[in-house]
C-alpha cells in the first residue's frame, strides 16, 4: 500500500503559476501510474491529467491541454503537477492519486474510480 502526500498549493493571481509535488511513501512509486483530479465546492471530482508509470505517456483534460504539465521523478518517489497561465476556474483542491494498472486508454485513465490510492489534497485558489 502506498500513502500520498501532496503540497505546493497556495493563492496565485490569474496568470501565475504554480507547482504542486505528490511524494510517495510505502511503496515505491514506479510501481503505479499516477494521475491529477481536483475538486471545486458543489462541483464533481475533474479529471486533470495522468502520467504512465515510465512517464513515457501522459494524457490531460481539455481544461488543462496546453497550461499544465505533469512529470515525475520514480527516483525521489514524486510526481509533479506544473501549472502555467492559472485562471479563476481552476480554483479547487488538488488530488494525487496512484493507479496499479498502467493502462493508455484515455476514456478509461479519465475515471476516479480507476484510482486505488489518493492523496488527501492541497488546495489551489486563483484570484482574478
Known amino acids: 500500500q502506498v500513502q500520498l502526500v501532496e503540497s505546493g498549493g497556495g493563492l496565485v493571481q490569474a496568470g501565475g503559476a504554480l507547482r504542486l509535488s505528490c511524494v510517495a511513501s510505502g511503496r515505491a512509486l514506479s510501481t503505479y501510474a499516477m494521475g491529477w483530479f481536483r475538486q471545486a465546492p458543489g462541483k464533481e471530482r475533474e479529471f486533470v491529467g495522468r502520467i504512465s508509470r515510465s512517464g513515457g505517456s501522459t494524457y490531460y483534460g481539455d481544461s488543462v491541454k496546453g497550461r499544465f504539465t505533469i512529470s515525475r521523478d520514480n527516483a525521489k518517489n514524486t510526481v509533479y503537477l506544473q501549472m502555467n497561465s492559472l485562471k479563476p476556474e481552476d480554483t479547487a483542491i488538488y488530488y494525487c492519486?496512484?493507479?496499479?494498472?498502467?493502462?493508455?486508454?484515455?476514456?478509461?485513465?479519465?475515471?476516479?474510480?480507476?484510482?486505488?490510492?489518493w492523496g488527501q489534497g492541497t488546495q489551489v485558489t486563483v484570484s482574478s
Open positions: 492519486a496512484a493507479d496499479t494498472q498502467d493502462i493508455g486508454i484515455p476514456v478509461l485513465v479519465q475515471l476516479p474510480t480507476r484510482y486505488d490510492y
